[in-house]
């Protein structure tokens, strides 16, 4: 064989051997970015799934009983399950990636919510001549407070000095909101029982004008109304006030002075002009409390020890509705992330 064909014979070798090399390499490649792709997709679908877990916190905040939902972002997703266990959430969330309606790929995270109670008692609520989860108004030297003031908004007072006219701690607290509430089916059913129910067609009375129904047995008065309590001048009334929906006011302009012996629960209490005054021997519980006429507000710790202790007896203590919380206790991937199966 003469060197021509040897050489030929080599550069077919060389050739076929740089062929296999060339096919190597380009199946190499395109391996490589296939998993490339599924690992960057799987990627994907987890941080979906981890979108998922912390939509279902939100979710659940303002829905203790929700179990499902989904939701599509761009060319993926996720499904979210939850299933409860007392005031747990087992949340399974599944995150995957679309092309075109088919799934490419898609995993699985799944998380242990605690649900807190959406409910709790405030504290002080009984220790105050005036609570309110709002702001409290003042103008004037007509009016005066002998016990504590806790509110959670604004003190307006037109002389600039809030302590001037109270006789006792002013203290702003945000935890007074939002406003508490009873349990006012067992106390409207006390007031009938006592005979101090008034719909709206009787809210002129007549009012009890001593504290105690049964002083022995520490049963207070449980005057409930359906409807605005308005105060006038000689007025002499005593009890618990449940106004569940309601105000209360008195117009200072009124002729002769009025007496409260116990307590009022309303949505705003107002005390408006004039030189008579509305003397309070007890406490104010409001959303929102105006004292722009005279006033003279005295906190008495008996009146209001022996409602707290009538309140939590028949079961209705003060609760605040607060928002529910849930918090991620425990979480785990239920997939090997660097599977690209």
């Not at 008692?121 to 003042?138: H, K, Q, R, W």
């Not at 509305?278 to 009146?303: C, K, M, R, Y």
């Not at 028949?314 to 992330?337: F, Y």
Request: charged residues 15%; hydrophobic residues 35%; glycine residues 10%.
């Amino acid at each position: 064989m003469n060197n021509k064909g040897i050489a030929m014979i080599f550069g077919f070798i060389i050739i076929a051997i740089l062929t296999v090399l060339a096919s190597a390499i380009i199946s190499r490649s395109i391996n490589e970015g296939s998993i490339a792709k599924r690992y960057l997709e799987s990627t994907q679908a987890f941080w979906l799934a981890e979108a998922g877990v912390q939509q279902a916190v939100s979710v659940l905040r303002n829905d203790t009983n929700a179990t499902s939902f989904s939701v599509t972002l761009g060319p993926g997703g996720y499904n979210v399950s939850i299933t409860q266990e007392d005031d747990f959430r087992i949340v399974s969330v599944n995150g995957f990636v679309l092309s075109g309606s088919q799934i490419n790929s898609n995993r699985t995270v799944e998380a242990v919510l605690q649900v807190t109670n959406a409910s709790q008692s405030p504290e002080s609520f009984y220790d105050n001549a005036l609570y309110t989860s709002g702001n409290i108004s003042v103008s004037g030297d007509a009016y005066n407070v002998s016990g504590d003031l806790l509110f959670s908004g604004n003190f307006s007072d037109d002389d600039g000095d809030p302590n001037d006219d109270v006789d006792g701690n002013v203290t702003k607290d945000p935890a007074t909101w939002p406003f508490a509430e009873f349990n006012f089916t067992v106390l409207k059913e006390e007031s009938i029982a006592q005979g101090n129910y008034h719909d709206n067609t009787s809210l002129d009375g007549p009012f009890p004008e001593a504290f105690w129904y049964n002083e022995s047995a520490g049963i207070p008065n449980i005057v409930y109304l359906e409807g605005d309590l308005v105060l006038r001048g000689n007025d002499h009334v005593g009890g618990v006030f449940i106004l569940e929906a309601g105000e209360a006011t008195y117009d200072a302009t009124l002729r002769g002075n009025a007496q409260i012996d116990g307590s009022i629960y309303c949505r705003t209490f107002t005390v408006s002009g004039g030189g008579n005054q509305l003397n309070i021997n007890g406490g104010i519980w409001a959303e929102e409390i105006v004292l722009h006429g005279s006033a003279q507000v005295t906190f008495n710790d008996s009146i209001m020890t022996g409602v707290q202790e009538y309140f939590e007896e028949i079961g209705s203590p003060p609760l605040q509705q607060m928002p529910t919380n849930a918090t991620v206790i425990s979480w785990r991937d239920t997939q090997n992330p660097y599977s690209v199966e």
